[in-house]
């Protein structure tokens, strides 16, 4: 079975760091790009970054780039997050999530951890 | 980057079926037959209910069903059922870096 699990959320104040964590078990996960995309309370889905199967490539959508850094340790079956200069508008439930890049198709999903900013 | 265009909202009683819309551009929906849909129930984590445009991934059900004419896809829900409502969110691949782009959601009430 797929599992996706998330941790590292928590409260921040602005311009402030976090790095949340991504567990995957149940499949091969260095065979597969993953994603973080992220919910702010009662609005939709974002798509924040991908990486490739072995970190080669990450992409990020303009609003976190300089500031967010996707990683992965396929050796500890785990991808990260890292956020530095952390904004009210971060504020989200950040889910991870196994990608099926040629298809852009988010197949399995974390339950997500929220991310809180503020003073 | 720009969403893709959904309805904020739609509704239908028990038995019937309802259809939510999603339109893009000829450089996501259009472009490619890669269009998901996810299915969000309060509180929880999105789940894939439809991927490049009309494949369920096993285990949902068949009552779900997917299309694409030109750049808008839709999602059909047959025989509502009390469970089905719902946050409904259509994405696309998108020749764009992003790689997924998201519509902006719909809510699904079941009367």
């Known amino acids: 079975e797929v599992q996706l699990v998330e941790s590292g959320g928590g409260l921040v104040q602005p311009g402030g760091s976090l790095r949340l964590s991504c567990a995957a078990s149940?499949?091969?996960?260095?065979?597969?790009?993953m994603s973080w995309v992220r919910q702010a309370p009662g609005k939709g889905l974002e798509w924040v970054a991908n990486?490739?199967?072995?970190?080669?490539?990450?992409y990020y959508v303009d609003s976190v780039k300089g500031r967010f850094t996707i990683s992965r340790d396929n050796a500890k079956n785990s991808l990260y997050l890292q956020m530095n200069s952390l904004r009210a508008e971060d504020t989200a439930v950040y889910y991870c999530?196994?990608?099926?890049?040629?298809?852009?198709?988010?197949?399995?999903w974390g339950q997500g951890t929220l991310v809180t900013v503020s003073s | 980057q720009s969403a893709l265009t959904q309805p904020a909202s739609v509704s239908g009683s028990p038995g019937q079926s309802i259809t939510i819309s999603c339109t893009g551009t000829?450089?996501?929906?259009?472009?490619?037959?890669?269009v998901s849909w996810y299915q969000q129930h309060p509180g929880k984590a999105p789940k894939l209910m439809i991927y490049?445009?009309?494949n369920r991934p096993s285990g949902v059900s068949n009552r779900f069903s997917g299309s694409k004419s030109g750049n808008t896809a839709s999602l059909t829900i047959s025989g509502l059922q009390a469970e089905d409502e719902a946050d409904y969110y259509c994405?696309?691949?998108?020749?764009?870096?992003?790689?997924?782009?998201f519509g902006g959601g719909t809510k699904l009430t079941v009367l």
């Open positions: 994405s696309s691949y998108t020749s764009s870096s992003t790689n997924v782009v």
């Open positions: 000829s450089s996501d929906v259009g472009g490619y037959n890669y």
């Open positions: 490049e445009v009309s």
């Open positions: 999530a196994r990608l099926v890049a040629v298809a852009g198709t988010l197949s399995y």
């Open positions: 149940g499949f091969t996960f260095s065979s597969y790009w």
């Open positions: 990486i490739k199967q072995d970190g080669s490539e990450k």
